[in-house]
């Protein structure tokens, strides 16, 4: 005798098709979808995705980029990425060296030399 519990074809089927219609209801309502916070790393894909459910904004992040929905519409607000940067650690900036010699100057004498011809 077995001690798992086995789900029957028929009550499997009659759960989904229930589940698709109150989704199709759903959606015909404009009920945004719900989701609740985790953590997923698939393998097969290397991908990492993170669910984290805030006041105002559902972030899901997959693999270091952000999507901010909206709480109560489920639009989507914006996007960002993170870097996983601690304060204190981020990188300095390289200063830009300026030229030496002024390119517009050189370009406006070209152009008043090209006039007199």
């Known amino acids: 005798m077995s001690t798992s ?4 074809p028929v009550f ?6 229930v589940r698709l219609a109150l989704g199709m209801l759903y959606n015909l309502a404009g009920v945004p979808g719900l989701v ?14 993170k669910v984290r ?3 105002l904004f ?8 952000e999507i901010y929905f909206h709480r109560l519409t489920g639009s989507i607000d914006g996007v960002g ?6 304060q204190g650690s981020t990188p300095q900036s390289i200063p830009v ?3 030496y010699e002024p390119v ?11 006039d007199r011809s």
């Open 12 to 17: 499997s089927w009659i759960r989904l098709k």
């Open 104 to 114: 517009l100057p050189a370009l406006a004498q070209t152009r008043s030399e090209l």
């Open 58 to 65: 559902t972030i899901i992040e997959v693999n270091g980029l």
């Open 36 to 49: 609740r916070n985790c953590d997923y790393e698939a393998g097969v894909a290397d991908a990492t995705v």
């Open 53 to 55: 459910v805030r006041d």
């Open 81 to 86: 990425a993170m870097c996983g940067c601690k």
């Open 5 to 8: 519990k086995t789900k029957s």
């Open 97 to 99: 060296h300026e030229p």
